[in-house]
């Protein structure tokens, strides 16, 4: 019973987080959630590297369906785009657009 209690804590605490974070990134003017902040910093991160959609998920630790919901919003800012792999149409690779490198 005492691990649920501290599961239950760290859970609320982690939503009280995201909250303020949440707020602290609308007063300073940012145009991205938290959860896409995460994606273009590790997009950012690894710039020198091929990243495809489908690994996402495996290195942010989220769902599929969160992650594609995740690029298709960042589409819609203008601020990654997708280009279809030569080899395999199948793969799209995720690439950061130069606006957002410098601006952030």
């Known amino acids: 019973m005492k691990i649920y209690n501290y599961i239950n804590k760290v859970k609320k605490l982690d939503i009280l987080l995201s909250k303020e974070i949440a707020q ?20 950012y991160h690894h710039q020198d590297q091929v990243v495809y ?11 599929r369906p969160m992650a594609n919901g995740l690029v298709k919003h960042l ?23 130069p606006v957002v490198i410098a601006e952030y």
């Open 24 to 43: 602290i990134l609308l007063r300073q003017g940012v145009p991205f959630t938290k959860s896409q902040i995460e994606v273009v910093m590790y997009l």
């Open 53 to 63: 959609q489908r690994d996402l998920p495996d290195v942010l630790g989220i769902t």
């Open 75 to 97: 589409i819609q800012k203008n601020a990654v785009k997708l280009i279809e792999d030569s080899d395999d149409s199948r793969l799209k690779r995720i690439k950061l657009m």
